[in-house]
């Protein structure tokens, strides 16, 4: 009895292992799908709405980010887009200016003190820094600007890939016709079907000496 039991559990072991093999390859392809149709998803994502972005840099009141410029005035903060964004530097008696004027036309002047009272502690912003800013906002508009025309290029083409990849299902549908393939050949397992019934008759074999069937 203990040889059929060792044989019948061997061949049962193995089946096993080949339909775990099997199983493991479909569940690969499914993730690989599902992660591929998902990056394609956040690049769309990321197309639509590209939000601040990387943060280039501040000046006073203005932070600059990769899309957008942050405009903090006491305690509130608003965000101006970048594209159609036109930034001038000017200076007067007593400050430094940057004016922006967004895509609305609306206007935003950012001040920076170069003239102060004697006895006022508030920092005192260098020309060049402010005129470096300014060029450094130029040049972000000019990159964003750039950034936004090829957007419906690229989205078009993502979309696309999209669709196209949540439609190729050929890797799963191998793995899934393989393991298929090899459950059935393991039910169908000729060497499985005489080993099992070794096994069963040697189980009988022992319930009529013993009185009683011991564990497969």
Known sequence: MARARAKARALSHKAAAEESAAQAELTSAQAAHERNVRQLEQQIARLRHPGAGERLG???ELVLFKHALMVTSGPATRSI???GLDARFDTGRTNHSIYLTDATGRVHRAKYPHVL???DDQYRFDEEAVRDFTVAIQNAV???NS???RIPQQLAHAEQQLQLTRADTRAQ???RQKLARVQQRNRQDPHRKVAD???ENAL???KTLTGHLPPK
């Open 58 to 60: 501040s000046l006073g």
């Open 81 to 83: 887009e970048l594209a």
């Open 117 to 119: 009272p004697a006895t």
């Open 142 to 144: 000019a990159d964003e």
């Open 147 to 149: 950034f936004r025309a």
């Open 173 to 175: 549908e191998a793995a």
């Open 197 to 199: 019934t070794e096994l």
């Open 204 to 206: 009988q074999d022992w």
